[in-house]
């Protein structure tokens, strides 16, 4: 009785690829989600945790840090365009150069 294995998919999955003690690189099959096998690092537990919490000192480069200082940009950056589209009234005024927004400037009671 003859029976023809049927290995394409386990041959076509991601391989390991580390580099091996022999010089070449390891063909064992990557473990699911991991890049390594589990012996070079994809066993499960094995890595550093989510969120790198082991080398959290000061919450600077946290993702939520991050995604403030992006929206701090955003805004300043938009505010900056907004105040670049205003109509130039500073220029008549020797004493003030440049877009800053006074109140002197927005208040029409003084005029
Ligand atoms: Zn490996």
């Not at 094995?46 to 000061?58: C, F, M, R």
Request: hydrophobic residues 30%.
């Amino acid at each position: 009785m003859s029976h023809v294995r049927n290995t394409g998919a386990m041959q076509a999955s991601l391989r390991c690829g580390a580099r091996t003690r022999a010089g070449g690189s390891c063909r064992a099959p990557a473990l699911r989600g991991k890049m390594r096998c589990r012996m070079h690092g994809g066993a499960w537990g094995s890595g550093a945790p989510d969120g790198n919490s082991n080398a959290l000192k000061h919450g600077y480069f946290t993702s939520e840090a991050i995604e403030e200082r992006k929206f701090v940009r955003t805004i300043l950056a938009e505010a900056e365009s907004l105040l670049c589209q205003l109509p130039a009234q500073e220029s008549a005024n020797p004493r003030k150069s440049g877009t800053q927004l006074t109140p002197e400037r927005n208040s029409p009671s003084r005029t």
